[in-house]
């Protein structure tokens, strides 16, 4: 099995910073995407950065310049610093891997989430 750990949600003041982390750990041989998806109140899931293999990224729009992903591949740990942060940021993170189990081949995984408040 694969889990996936997360860490680093809270509540922070508009323009303070955050930064959450997200391991994977288990039966994973390869990993292709990793990232984190938000989801407010109300709304649909909606992906905040990616991390692809080769090194690419792709972030939200809203969230450029102000949110960076970075790939720790010693340790298969994926972090997203979060800067400037905004009320409209508030959301609950959920860390996503697109891996490969041994045993079931590639597959989708998530994380339970960490909640991000923004106040203003």
């Known amino acids: 099995q694969v889990q996936l750990v997360e860490s680093g949600g809270g509540l922070v003041q508009a323009g303070g910073s955050l930064r959450l982390s997200c391991a994977a750990s288990g039966s994973i041989s390869s990993i292709r995407n990793m990232g984190w998806y938000r989801q407010a109140p109300g709304k649909q899931r909606e992906l905040a950065a990616l991390?692809?293999?080769?090194?690419?990224?792709n972030y939200k729009d809203s969230v450029k310049g102000r949110f960076t992903i970075s790939r720790d591949n010693a340790k298969n740990t994926v972090y997203l610093q979060m800067d400037s942060l905004k009320p409209e940021d508030t959301a609950v993170y959920y860390c996503?891997?697109?891996?490969?189990?041994?045993?079931?081949?590639?597959?989708?995984?998530w994380g339970q989430g960490t909640q991000v408040t923004v106040s203003s």
């Open positions: 996503y891997v697109a891996g490969r189990d041994p045993d079931k081949g590639w597959g989708d995984y």
């Open positions: 991390w692809s293999r080769g090194g690419y990224t």
